[in-house]
């Protein structure tokens, strides 16, 4: 046990330290976008839910970048639990959709099983990173996960193409033996159950150790947010700038003043900002590099512009000026009254 707990929180120092993320991470309405993407996403999902039920039990969906995209669900009918799975003909990116077909496989199980399944995504989705922007990227393959909690409500979150030695890409590893498996592949039921078990404690274990790290808002994306990089040609870092008893992101926090139209409608965003600090301490060229919503990145410059000077970053024993991505969220919850 003490040998399990200490390998976890290694392991999720370690993430925090390199800014992974693992945990499953929140979907885009994607019928709200106007575009390519939109239809994509609607034809696959329609194509793959064919046959199994709205109100997912424990459902996993493969979407690739090239290859045919897959799910399977565990599903219940009359006393009896089965795996069902639909593989797709062909990617479905430039196909058209009558021209897709769906194949079917079903494969029956033992309650055992089912129950495990289902226990491991009620776990892995009560628990979705609250984030901005996306890990997901052009090549690749995007997993999704989902079931429904007490309330009826269908919990969906995804991850892509996670690390195998992560929790995120163990959870991965083991529903694609569950697909495997509903595929007539001879895989042995107590292999699945014990590691989604295995999988399950440890991911009880890290909620014990880290209760609100996943709640803690995150950003994913090209920009590097939180990393100071010099602008001077040939002059690496010795030192990065220092504030008086604050960091960009603690000042950002304790002076921010959220857009009252915004707040009353309790929407919520994000802004990155970068900026300079020069040679002399001071905060110039602050600009907008992506944001949710326009007030959201006005006050973002607001707090930036109202930064006091730094002792700045050092390079071989004198001043260099350098660069840092701020990422400041906006959550309504977080909203000073």
């Not at 707990?5 to 390199?18: G, K, N, Q, V, Y």
């Not at 404690?201 to 880290?210: M, T, Y």
């Not at 071989?316 to 009254?337: K, Q």
């Amino acid at each position: 046990m003490k040998k399990t707990i200490t390998t976890l929180l290694l392991l999720s120092l370690s993430l925090r330290m390199t800014g992974q993320i693992d945990y499953l991470e929140p979907i885009k309405d994607y019928s709200k976008y106007k575009s390519e993407l939109s239809g994509y996403y609607s034809n696959v999902l329609s194509l793959l839910s064919t046959g199994l039920s709205k109100k997912p039990y424990a459902c996993y969906a493969v979407i690739p970048s090239f290859s045919p995209e897959y799910t399977v669900s565990a599903e219940t009918k009359n006393g009896k639990y089965y795996l069902i799975s639909n593989t797709l003909s062909q990617n479905s990116w430039q196909a058209e959709k009558s021209t897709i077909k769906v194949n079917t496989k079903s494969t029956e199980i033992s309650k055992t099983l089912y129950q495990a399944l289902g226990e491991l995504l009620q776990m892995a989705t009560l628990q979705i990173q609250d984030m901005d922007g996306s890990t997901t990227g052009l090549d690749g393959t995007t997993y999704y996960f989902s079931t429904t909690n007490g309330k009826g409500e269908v919990l969906t979150g995804k991850k892509w193409s996670p690390d195998r030695a992560t929790l995120m890409g163990r959870l991965v590893q083991i529903y694609e033996s569950v697909y495997a498996l509903s595929t007539g592949k001879a895989i042995p039921e107590s292999l699945i159950i014990n590691d989604a078990r295995i999988l399950l404690k440890d991911l009880q274990e890290r909620s014990k150790a880290f209760p609100d790290e996943y709640k803690q808002p995150k950003y994913a994306g090209i920009f590097p947010a939180g990393l100071w990089q010099s602008i001077e040609s040939g002059r690496e870092l010795e030192s990065v700038p220092e504030f008086p008893d604050y960091t960009p992101e603690s000042y950002a926090a304790k002076h921010l003043i959220y857009p009252p139209t915004l707040l009353a409608k309790a929407a919520k965003g994000y802004a990155l900002c970068q900026f300079t600090i020069n040679r002399e301490g001071e905060v110039i060229n602050a600009h907008i590099l992506k944001y949710s919503h326009s007030e959201f990145a006005n006050e973002a410059l607001r707090i930036v512009k109202s930064m006091p000077k730094a002792v700045p970053a050092m390079s071989e024993g004198s001043p260099v000026a350098c660069n840092y991505v701020l990422y400041i969220p906006f959550r309504p919850t977080l909203a000073r009254h």
